[in-house]
Nanobody, 127 residues
Framework: QLQLVESGGGLVQPGGSLRLSCAAS????????IGWFRQAPGKEREGVSC????????RYADSVKGRFTISKDNAKNTVYLQMNSLKPDDTAVYYC????????????????????WGQGTLVAVSS
């Protein structure tokens, strides 16, 4: 069974940092592009970042450029999202996803046919 499990969310003050993890089981991440998406209350799910299966290509939404960094550890079959200088607008449930087109979808598009979604982890930025 193909599965992604996110962890690392929590409550943090503005300006703080968190590192999210996305662990895969049932498949290996060195064969798949992995993306991070987020959904704030009352808003549509939006792309945040992605990393190519080789790890050499990355993409970021304009809203997180310079603050978030995506990386992967193939030995642990895990993708990470380091989030620094967090803002209240970053508050959302964060999901990781695996799909051949995920790096295109991070820039926008129909998310209904993404192959694998994680269950999500809540990030709350508040003082």
């Amino acid at each position: 069974q193909l599965q992604l499990v996110e962890s690392g969310g929590g409550l943090v003050q503005p300006g703080g940092s968190l590192r999210l993890s996305c662990a895969a089981s049932g498949f290996t991440l060195d064969n798949d592009d992995i993306g991070w998406f987020r959904q704030a209350p009352g808003k549509e799910r939006e792309g945040v970042s992605c990393i190519g299966f080789g790890g050499g290509s990355t993409r970021y939404a304009d809203s997180v450029k310079g603050r978030f960094t995506i990386s992967k550890d193939n030995a642990k079959n895990t993708v990470y999202l380091q989030m620094n200088s967090l803002k209240p607008d970053d508050t959302a449930v964060y999901y990781c996803a695996a799909d051949p087109f995920v790096c295109t979808l991070v820039g926008g598009g129909d998310l209904r046919y993404v192959e694998v979604w994680g269950q999500g982890t809540l990030v709350a930025v508040s003082s």
